[in-house]
């Protein structure tokens, strides 16, 4: 049906510009982390910062959204989340609110089990590959023009642009996910 054709393409968009915000920033991140005198150790951390929240929270959230049977909810929390980091990021002026802003973006991603589910819930179990196939493929899209964005963005107009550009762009994602 049309209006089914319409709900895969906007989940299917707003999958791809949930990952490219999530991305835009990742390229310049430690440059932007040492103009902040962050230390080669900070940086690290920084950096781990992102898939550290995750382990720590990828696994009890997808747990709790099938306890709860809504997955919606924790994709727009994670689009805001996005949101919330990629404005943290640009503001931040030290390399501890780096660190946070960056953990917030991994709970941002965290949101990314929930939001395969509901992507997938659009088709039968027949086309679970297809679906992963589609999945990955936005997912890596977003991610590679996101970073070759990010980065001309940064050359261009400093660091904050690309942090900026991450937050505003979790804005059609949250839109398209609603």
């Known amino acids: ?18 990952w490219t915000s999530l991305y835009t920033y990742v390229p310049i991140l430690p440059t932007h982390a040492r103009a902040l005198n962050a230390t080669d150790d900070q940086i690290g951390l920084i950096l781990a910062a992102y898939g550290l929240t995750q382990l720590f929270f990828r696994l009890p959230l997808g747990l709790l959204s099938d306890r709860l049977g809504r ?15 990629g404005a943290g990021l640009a503001l931040a002026r030290t390399p501890t609110t780096l660190f946070v802003f960056r953990a917030v973006s991994g709970g941002a991603a965290t ?25 990955n493929f936005l997912s890596a899209l977003g991610q590679i023009l996101a970073m070759a964005g990010g980065g001309l963005l940064a050359e261009r107009w400093g660091a904050d642009a690309a942090f900026w550009a991450s937050a505003v762009l979790s804005i059609p994602a949250f839109v398209a996910f609603s």
């Open 1 to 18: 049906s049309r209006e089914r054709t319409l709900s895969i393409a906007s989940a299917a968009f707003a999958i791809f510009v949930f």
């Open 111 to 135: 949101a990314w089990v929930t939001i395969t589910v509901l992507y997938n819930s659009h088709f039968s179990i027949e086309h679970a590959v297809r679906t992963s196939g589609q999945l």
């Open 71 to 85: 997955k919606k909810p924790f994709a727009l929390v994670g689009v805001l989340l996005v949101t919330l980091s």
